[in-house]
């Protein structure tokens, strides 16, 4: 199953030659660095090429009792170069045991340099990869944390934990891995041609017919290995996706005794993830062994036409007062730098392959990187206003789609240090209300201010700043109790954190824990009760000291006793503040300073609390269902008195 973009990501793959020079664009601060790889990859080609024409010397002197005649090579440059390394370390007069030895010895010494280049490449790109890898991800993170909440609603949390984690892997490994291995196959190649060529171009020509055969085998294979990387990388993420999915409700699993059913889904997606690889690495496959036979297709022409030089023409030439053509030494030496030089060849042939998983990779980060931050600071954007003169909403609608809104019209003015509850059923707009007032969204239509501020003309950061937001699915994070009541301060002393505590109603519990402030609590706080957390929430806000507060039911799920004591605390935090509450079971509602009653979006009844019960109606209705026999019984004992109509 393809991917299916969110809104505002581009989900149109780009061409591979615009990904190469977005990606190579990460090299940019690390110039440096790069020149090193490079350095060192020319030094490792040049001396992985100079210790094969090293042979030509050390098979001479073998073959003629240690008289090595370095003129005698068919090429004049390479004959110089040869004479002035390998023929200084050749002690004058030496008996023929001492030249192999010391050619040995300076063969050895090029490998250990050669070497010495091949570790500072390796390392120099570990560093480089590591840098950019770093880069990538912290860029992706933070541009992530920008996004709305539309974004998070409508893309799988286990698809963008794939994207962070494997799908940037890929591409480290294509941006800097592959890329200096592919700088030093090149080079290879140029230093293993130029001695080809210095002692044969007939042969060289023959050797570089089969090069284009090679690539060619690779060519017809990118289409489908392209499609089939893709795929795998979504369906990892889909495997991520339902394992983080069954890690945080296994109590909801273990429950329903759905292990077995849970079992069944994974083991189908994990048999889709086989079958696409598999599917992909077979295509992958054959290319190795199609280009192996179209190599073995050169050394065997080498070998024929190269033995018909040695056999044939050179004799001739000897016979006719002239220097060989070609000498057995030189042929194999010649078929000796060809199956090096094969070897970078194979791999540049697999090169477009080789980089799909990394390409894709880079493809599906950086539809996460051009997706649209939905809710951005406009240009000349302020800081928090302050709130002297309320809160106002000004005709405002939303939709998350369109074709359906989900507020329609609203208007409603809130003054400084006012509590206003937001009342109806599930789906009249209450969260969304206060999601607009948090600046999650934007509104469709109108406009929402503080103190005549439109939101969309305060920096989103700033104004968050300022607010305090206490839900029912309280987040916890795997850090200690002061880190958690001190997340948004960390700069907070642990006599302030102990104090808002206290307020919250949470010091008592805290200093039972086995570290008390320093007791880590645990991944999403499951060590707590759900009251525990409300109360580390409410601490976290009391912290804070915010100007606004938005509550989101933020009791509905708990016991009579943890009720209690939260909203103990709450009744501490709403003081001299401005407050939205969306009201369940909150007793805040009956003191509200305005009440509002919301239906399909819209708001239908507005008053206090007594007013809206003296008036009936929908607001009466949902009292009934929501509070206690007790107060049921004191609105009907209001009826029979006349006091409702």
Do not use: C
């Not at 017809?220 to 394992?243: C, M, N, Q, W």
């Not at 968050?464 to 907070?492: M, S």
């Amino acid at each position: 199953m393809p991917f299916t973009a969110p809104a505002g990501v581009r989900s149109a793959p780009a061409s591979d030659m615009r990904l190469y020079l977005r990606i190579l664009r990460y090299l940019g601060p690390y110039k440096g660095l790069l020149a090193g790889v490079f350095l060192a990859s020319l030094g490792f080609a040049a001396l992985d090429a100079f210790s094969i024409a090293l042979l030509l010397p050390f098979l001479s002197g073998l073959l003629q009792e240690g008289a090595v005649n370095f003129s005698a090579v068919p090429n004049e440059a390479l004959s110089e170069l040869l004479a002035n390394t390998a023929g200084r370390v050749i002690p004058p007069d030496a008996a023929p045991l001492d030249v192999l030895t010391s050619l040995a010895v300076f063969i050895l010494a090029v490998f250990m340099v050669k070497n010495v280049f091949d570790y500072l490449q390796k390392y120099l790109g570990v560093i480089l990869e590591q840098r950019v890898a770093r880069d990538v991800r912290v860029q992706v993170y933070d541009h992530l944390l920008e996004l709305g909440l539309r974004f998070f609603g409508l893309t799988r949390g286990g698809q963008i934990i794939s994207r962070m984690t494997g799908d940037i892997e890929l591409l480290r490994n294509l941006v800097t891995r592959n890329l200096a291995k592919f700088i030093t196959s090149v080079l290879q190649m140029v230093f293993f041609v130029a001695i080809m060529i210095a002692l044969s171009g007939r042969l060289t020509v023959i050797a570089l017919v089969v090069i284009p055969g090679v690539f060619a085998v690779w060519r017809k294979l990118i289409s489908p290995l392209k499609r089939g990387d893709r795929k795998i990388l979504h369906l990892a993420g889909e495997v991520t996706s339902h394992l983080q999915e069954t890690v945080a409700g296994v109590r909801q699993v273990k429950a329903a005794s759905a292990e077995h059913f849970e079992a069944g889904r994974f083991r189908e997606l994990a048999q889709h993830y086989y079958k696409a690889v598999v599917r992909t690495e077979r295509i992958r496959a054959l290319a190795s062994p199609l280009s192996e036979t179209m190599s073995a297709v050169g050394v065997v022409l080498l070998l024929w036409y190269g033995g018909r030089i040695v056999l044939v023409e050179s004799p001739a030439a000897v016979a006719a007062g002239g220097a060989p053509v070609l000498t057995a030494t030189g042929l194999i030496i010649f078929l000796a730098a060809t199956l090096k030089l094969y070897e970078p060849t194979k791999w540049l042939s697999r090169f477009p392959s080789m980089v799909q998983p990394g390409l894709t990779g880079a493809a599906r980060v950086f539809e996460f990187l051009d997706t649209r931050i939905d809710v951005p600071d406009r240009s000349g954007a302020v800081d928090f206003p302050g709130l002297e003169r309320g809160v106002r909403f000004e005709a405002v609608s939303f939709a998350y789609d369109p074709a359906e809104a989900v507020l329609r019209d609203v208007d409603l003015a809130v003054a400084p240090g006012e509590v206003v509850a937001l009342v109806g059923a599930s789906g009249a707009g209450k969260t969304t209300l206060v999601d607009l007032v948090a600046r999650f969204y934007d509104p469709t239509a109108g406009r929402i201010t503080v103190d005549g501020v439109d939101l969309r003309d305060i920096r989103g950061r700033s104004l968050r700043d300022n607010l305090g937001i206490v839900t029912q699915e309280t987040v916890i994070f795997h850090d200690t109790v002061r880190a958690n009541i001190a997340y948004a301060r960390p700069e907070a002393s642990p006599e302030a954190v102990e104090r808002a505590a206290r307020m919250a109603n949470a010091h008592d519990f805290i200093v039972q824990l086995p570290e008390g402030y320093d007791t880590v609590l645990g991944e999403r706080g499951t060590r707590l009760s759900g009251g525990q957390r409300q109360r580390i929430a409410i601490a976290r806000a009391i912290l804070r000291d915010p100007p606004i507060l938005i509550f989101d039911e933020a009791t509905s799920s708990l016991d009579t006793e943890s009720e209690r004591l939260v909203q103990e605390a709450i009744e501490h935090l709403l003081q001299g503040r401005t407050v939205f509450v969306i009201a369940h079971r909150l007793s805040t509602v009956r003191h509200a300073d305005q009440i509002l009653v919301l239906d399909a979006g819209r708001i239908v009844q507005r008053g206090t609390h007594d007013e809206l019960l003296a008036a009936g109606g929908r607001y009466r209705h949902l009292y009934r269902l929501q509070f206690a026999a007790a107060d049921e019984a004191a609105v009907t004992t209001t009826a029979v008195e006349g006091e409702l109509p």
